[in-house]
């Protein structure tokens, strides 16, 4: 999710539902999901969530919306790598992003 994010030529909001950042991570999401605190942006108290520092380290802040779907919305308006290829806001993932959910990690 981080790659896809960071690889995203539009500055503007992006709302995904679960089973479109499924196909992105190329793994499912936890049942956890549907709580609003698993899309928190603030620190963990008490735990490491990888999914956090997915979408914040890529610049965006995590906003879940009705019907099972999330709106990821930028923090800065910092401009994109240079060479950063475009990526389908709706279609399948490009090479690579689901060997990164492979091995246990929800989104990397």
Known sequence: ?????RHRRHNDDLTLTFFEIERIIGAPLPKAVGKAEWWSNAPPKDRYEV???????????????????????????????AGSEAL???????????????GGTIIK
Do not use: C, I
């Open 51 to 81: 999914q956090r520092n997915a979408w914040l380290d890529a610049g965006y802040h995590a906003v879940p919306g009705p019907k099972e779907t999330v709106t990821f919305r930028r923090a800065d308006t910092s401009s994109r790598p």
């Open 88 to 102: 389908s806001e709706r279609g399948a993932p490009p090479e690579g992003l689901r060997q990164e959910a492979s």
């Open 1 to 5: 999710m981080r790659r896809f994010l």
